[in-house]
């Protein structure tokens, strides 16, 4: 058990609607970072927050969004949804900023677009 | 931007076997590296790390790792696998001060016979 923690870990929605996933990071981390992965893309990085601000922007759609809140737990939401967008969405928290910090991974929420 | 190249996409080996799963990164800096590991249905978990000091670096399970900075690979290494090593392997690298979050490779997936 890494310490972060996903919901939910299935999730299967309409093509054109929106949904929002969630991850607490590890106790004490600033940092949270969100992936995609696909097969045909394997893991691609989209984003990341440190302690309620955007740090780096990776291969994010501009149909998704992300924050981090006070308690620095984050949400990732996704909206109008396309079949491609069916992927495993990972979550991951380090102490820091990334650079010299271990990245620790959650469970993955599986997103299925039908 | 930095990437990251693994040489072997599928790899079968028989247990018993020497492992060698190459890595090389693109980026002039300051590097740290990683190697995390996904068994079938689970999260990425963190095998070994390299941040600085000693370019030998030694993770659980038996893997170690070698940085050479001029060759700028990182590549993977267990003397003896076990069936149980049967998963997805990839190679991680934060570049510089983490702008760019933590880039993977596309992933070797390693198949152990027994």
């Known amino acids: 058990d890494s310490g972060v923690t996903q919901t939910p870990k299935h999730l299967i929605t309409a093509t054109g609607q929106r949904v929002t996933l969630r991850c607490s990071p590890r106790?004490?981390?600033?940092?949270v970072y969100w992936y995609q992965q696909s097969l045909d893309q394997g893991l691609q990085f989209l984003i990341q927050?440190?302690?309620?601000?955007?740090?780096a922007k990776g291969n994010i759609l501009e149909r998704f969004s992300a924050q981090q809140f006070p308690d620095l737990h984050s949400e990732l939401n996704l909206s109008s949804l396309e079949l491609g967008d069916s992927a495993l969405y990972f979550c991951?928290?380090?102490?820091?900023?990334?650079?010299?910090?271990?990245?620790?991974f959650g469970e993955g929420s599986w997103l299925t677009v039908v | 931007a930095q990437s990251v190249s693994q040489h072997n996409h599928h790899v079968i080996l028989s247990e018993a076997a020497s492992l060698e799963l190459g890595c090389n990164y693109s980026?002039?800096?300051?590097?740290?590296l990683f190697w995390y590991v996904q068994y079938p249905g689970q999260h990425l978990q963190l095998l070994l790390k390299?941040?600085?000091?000693?370019?030998l670096v030694k993770g659980i399970k038996g893997f170690e790792a070698e940085f050479i900075k001029s060759k700028f690979s990182f590549n993977l290494r267990k003397p003896s696998v076990q069936w149980s090593d049967t998963a997805e392997y990839f190679c991680?690298?934060?570049?510089?001060?983490?702008?760019?979050?933590?880039?993977f490779g596309k992933g070797t997936h390693l198949i152990i016979q027994p």
């Open positions: 991951a928290s380090s102490a820091l900023d990334s650079s010299g910090n271990t990245i620790y």
């Open positions: 927050y440190y302690n309620g601000e955007e740090r």
């Open positions: 106790s004490g981390d600033l940092s």
């Open positions: 980026y002039g800096g300051t590097v740290n």
């Open positions: 991680a690298v934060i570049a510089g001060g983490g702008a760019d979050g933590l880039t």
């Open positions: 390299y941040f600085s000091g000693d370019p």
